[in-house]
């Protein structure tokens, strides 16, 4: 394998023992194909592919060639699928290392689709060129949002078709995470009553992410504190740009913080808080306004796992985690206030901002107005405009919001300069992503190249993109798959 690529790995997680994981490599492909490569994420990795040659390329990313220093493993995980706790482990991926870049920053390199292991119960292991494209647009889509994710360096095809409900093209999706441990993998080891793996996990988890909690007199218990606030920070972010998770399962939800996952997510258009996308979720349990509390029910899962090892007296373990867990609805509550007020420009507190800024949310509710869209109205940029913002309801709600933004001595320049860093002027719509997917299959991706380039830049105003900023009224009822 040539090295000139500067692949730097150290496969920590593989060093652990077999309980975490599988060794498994890849199977092979027929016909590799690379489809398209993140040169952004590869500068940041200081990995270089320019001197590698196409077929070599396809070959390094669907895992027909491994790196050198790889090591390949399928790792064990549980989890809470919308309640029902299963056993379930990395059924069609494979973690090909974790690399180190020049600052030593580490980054697990995963491969998405690429076979079966000992975890896939009964999929083929294999994945979708449609949903891999998906993940990895939604994705970066999500980063250049300024919120914490997984990202994708490159999707490849695999030159066979799999089975669905009808045939599609496979392909591998290469994912880099700061770590694939989820709160299912604490969940997997607790469920096997070993406390001795349980504290090896911890320890891992605290060295690779959390190293302030080095001497920390009670890890775990700091572990779930820490977790909490990271967990509130993702979930205030997605509901800040109206992003739904659509599978905020146990096991899908990571240890460092980042969103993982793409498969029936999508953003919100009309404003409207029971909003689900996905197809599965007849009861909208991962619905837009029940992130929060599911984000809660995690953790508590997430707080189960750590009792052996927060206290060896079980009561007082439970009544310490309960207490964190407690804690939970007050803080998540300060920081989407808070971050509401950033939407909206204002600055300091009053005690009325929460009556205004509910004020907003039901009016945009009650009339079906695009949630991204109103904010980009209130920040005076063309483009956004909209009969619906003659109604007099709303023009009655933006002369009280235009008293309370010039309070506190802010100025138009501070106000509009604040907002505009937390409002994007551009998300994934839906009708664009499905667009640009079926042109993906077959086989022009120039609309989602398109597309990928524009959501690039989500803060900053772009020319001629009319189209991409509007929902689709006409199309029925926006559904989405899992993905598999
Ligand atoms: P996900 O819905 O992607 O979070 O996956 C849930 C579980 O199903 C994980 O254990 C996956 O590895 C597994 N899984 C999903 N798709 C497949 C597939 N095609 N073959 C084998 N396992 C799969
Ligand atoms: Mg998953």
Same mark, same amino acid.
């Given at each position: 394998?040539?090295?000139?690529?500067?692949?730097?790995?150290?496969?920590?997680?593989?060093?652990?023992?077999?309980?975490?994981?599988?060794?498994?490599?890849?199977?092979?492909?027929?016909?590799?194909?690379?489809?398209?490569?993140?040169?952004?994420?590869?500068?940041?990795?200081?990995?270089?592919?320019?001197?590698?040659?196409?077929?070599?390329?396809?070959?390094?990313?669907? %895992?027909?060639?491994?790196?050198?220093?790889?090591?390949?493993?399928?790792?064990?995980?549980?989890?809470?699928?919308?309640?029902?706790?299963?056993?379930?482990?990395?059924?069609?991926?494979?973690?090909?290392?974790?690399?180190?870049?020049?600052?030593?920053?580490?980054?697990?390199?995963?491969?998405?689709?690429? %076979?079966?292991?000992?975890?896939?119960?009964?999929?083929?292991?294999?994945?979708?060129?449609?949903?891999?494209? =998906?993940?990895?647009?939604?994705?970066?889509?999500?980063?250049?949002?300024?919120?914490?994710?997984?990202?994708?360096?490159?999707?490849?095809?695999?030159?066979?078709?799999?089975?669905?409900?009808?045939?599609?093209?496979?392909?591998?999706?290469?994912?880099?995470?700061?770590?694939?441990?989820?709160?299912?993998?604490?969940?997997?080891?607790?469920?096997?009553?070993?406390?001795?793996?349980?504290?090896?996990?911890?320890?891992?988890?605290?060295?690779?992410?959390?190293?302030?909690?080095?001497?920390?007199?009670?890890?775990?218990?700091?572990?779930?504190?820490?977790?909490?606030?990271?967990?509130?920070?993702?979930?205030?972010?997605?509901? =800040?740009?109206?992003?739904?998770?659509?599978?905020?399962?146990?096991?899908?939800?990571?240890?460092?913080?980042?969103?993982?996952?793409?498969?029936?997510?999508?953003?919100?258009?009309?404003?409207?808080? *029971?909003?689900?996308?996905?197809?599965?979720?007849?009861?909208?349990?991962?619905?837009?306004?029940?992130?929060?509390?599911?984000?809660?029910?995690?953790?508590?899962?997430?707080?189960?796992?750590?009792?052996?090892?927060?206290?060896?007296?079980?009561?007082?373990?439970?009544?310490?985690?309960?207490?964190?867990?407690?804690?939970?609805?007050?803080?998540?509550?300060?920081?989407?206030?808070?971050?509401?007020?950033? *939407?909206?420009?204002? *600055?300091?507190?009053?005690?009325?901002?929460?009556?205004?800024?509910?004020?907003?949310?039901?009016?945009?509710?009650?009339?079906?107005?695009?949630?991204?869209?109103?904010?980009?109205?209130?920040?005076?940029?063309? /483009?956004?405009?909209? /009969?619906?913002?003659?109604?007099?309801?709303?023009?009655?709600?933006?002369?009280?919001?235009?008293?309370?933004?010039?309070?506190?001595?802010?100025?138009?320049?501070?106000?509009?300069?604040?907002? =505009?860093?937390?409002? $994007?002027?551009?998300?994934?719509?839906?009708?664009?992503?499905?667009?640009?997917?079926?042109?993906?299959?077959?086989?022009?991706?120039? $609309?989602?190249?398109?597309?990928?380039?524009?959501?690039?830049?989500?803060?900053?105003?772009?020319?001629?993109?009319?189209?991409?900023?509007?929902?689709?009224?006409?199309?029925?009822?926006?559904?989405?798959?899992?993905?598999?």
């Amino acid at each position: 394998m040539n090295n000139t690529i500067n692949w730097n790995f150290d496969n920590s997680y593989s060093r652990l023992s077999n309980v975490f994981k599988e060794h498994i490599e890849p199977t092979a492909v027929k016909n590799p194909e690379l489809v398209l490569m993140n040169e952004d994420l590869a500068e940041e990795l200081n990995l270089d592919f320019s001197k590698i040659d196409k077929s070599e390329l396809a070959a390094l990313f669907t %895992g027909n060639i491994l790196p050198e220093g790889s090591n390949t493993i399928a790792q064990a995980y549980a989890g809470h699928q919308f309640g029902h706790f299963t056993m379930l482990g990395d059924g069609r991926a494979v973690l090909i290392g974790e690399h180190l870049n020049k600052n030593n920053k580490r980054y697990d390199v995963q491969f998405k689709g690429s %076979g079966k292991t000992a975890f896939s119960r009964n999929g083929d292991g294999r994945a979708a060129l449609g949903p891999m494209l =998906r993940e990895y647009i939604i994705s970066e889509a999500m980063y250049k949002l300024n919120i914490p994710s997984t990202r994708g360096l490159a999707v490849a095809k695999t030159g066979e078709e799999i089975m669905r409900e009808t045939q599609l093209q496979g392909a591998i999706l290469t994912r880099v995470a700061s770590s694939h441990i989820r709160v299912g993998t604490f969940q997997y080891v607790a469920a096997r009553n070993k406390k001795n793996d349980l504290e090896i996990l911890l320890n891992y988890v605290i060295k690779r992410h959390y190293l302030d909690l080095i001497n920390s007199k009670n890890k775990a218990l700091d572990l779930l504190n820490l977790l909490i606030d990271r967990q509130i920070d993702l979930v205030v972010n997605w509901m =800040r740009v109206g992003f739904i998770h659509g599978v905020m399962n146990t096991d899908n939800m990571t240890i460092s913080g980042e969103t993982i996952d793409y498969g029936p997510c999508a953003f919100m258009d009309t404003y409207d808080p *029971k909003t689900v996308f996905s197809s599965i979720d007849a009861m909208g349990r991962y619905a837009y306004c029940n992130q929060p509390a599911i984000t809660k029910w995690n953790l508590s899962r997430f707080a189960e796992c750590l009792i052996p090892l927060i206290d060896k007296n079980e009561n007082k373990a439970v009544e310490s985690a309960t207490e964190l867990i407690d804690t939970f609805g007050e803080k998540y509550e300060k920081k989407w206030l808070n971050m509401m007020r950033k *939407k909206l420009g204002l *600055k300091g507190e009053d005690k009325k901002d929460k009556f205004l800024i509910v004020d907003l949310l039901t009016w945009m509710h009650q009339k079906k107005v695009d949630y991204t869209n109103t904010f980009c109205h209130l920040m005076n940029l063309k /483009d956004y405009d909209d /009969d619906l913002y003659n109604d007099n309801d709303f023009q009655n709600w933006k002369k009280n919001w235009q008293e309370r933004v010039k309070s506190n001595n802010n100025s138009p320049e501070n106000y509009i300069k604040l907002m =505009r860093s937390f409002n $994007p002027l551009v998300i994934p719509r839906n009708h664009k992503i499905e667009k640009s997917l079926e042109a993906a299959n077959k086989n022009n991706l120039e $609309p989602f190249n398109k597309l990928l380039e524009i959501l690039k830049k989500p803060y900053v105003q772009q020319e001629n993109i009319l189209d991409y900023l509007k929902m689709d009224r006409s199309s029925k009822e926006y559904k989405t798959f899992c993905g598999t």
